[in-house]
């Protein structure tokens, strides 16, 4: 695991695998699947990694502890490095609000890329107030901008806004990241 106060080795221009973090609301599934179809990468949702006990929490409008989150960060990491060995490129959308908790899914991991999807939390508001399928309620927003840590420089992420329309977003990251599409 990386530690939090080494700069972490600079990934390539394309790398292997994207994490898109950001709260709630900021385009994490949406944008991830664009860009997945778009490089015919396999696309994971961290929300999938969920145990059913997190599930339930969310949907009761109970914020996860850090205690309920280690055993799910563990597992997006293992699907990362099952992902890496087999040679894949991959996107995954996964909160990775906190610095410990990228620290979990970067690691020592050179060929991954954090992609932060900034917004505010007025816009991410009134974008979850128009999501009803979603176990994640509006109600726990505020709490994921409490705890938010955004990126900072040694973690090499790309800040993107997620005020444009997805494709757009999905564009930009894939002119930052220099890679062309194939779909």
Not at 78 to 85: H, Y
Request: one cysteine or more; glycine letters at 6%; charged letters at 25%.
């Amino acid at each position: 695991m990386a530690s939090t106060d080494k700069p972490r080795k600079t990934p390539p221009v394309a790398p292997r695998i994207l994490i898109l973090m950001g709260v709630s609301g900021s385009g994490k599934s949406t944008i991830g699947a664009i860009l997945a179809r778009r490089l015919q990468w396999d696309f994971q949702d961290a929300d999938w990694f969920h145990p059913p006990a997190n599930v339930e929490k969310m949907h009761k409008g109970e914020p996860l502890t850090d205690g309920d989150r280690w055993p799910w960060l563990n597992a997006i990491a293992s699907w990362i490095d099952e992902a890496r060995d087999k040679g894949k490129h991959a996107v995954i959308a996964c909160y990775a609000l906190k610095r410990r908790y990228r620290d979990i899914l970067v690691g020592d991991r050179w060929d991954l890329r954090v992609v932060y999807l900034n917004g505010d939390e007025t816009l991410l508001g009134r974008r979850l107030a128009t999501r009803h399928e979603h176990f994640m309620p509006a109600s726990l927003l505020h709490s994921q901008f409490e705890a938010l840590e955004e990126p900072r420089a040694d973690e090499n992420p790309m800040v993107v806004s997620v005020e444009p329309a997805p494709q757009v977003i999905a564009d930009r990251i894939l002119a930052a990241l220099g890679v062309a599409a194939t779909a």
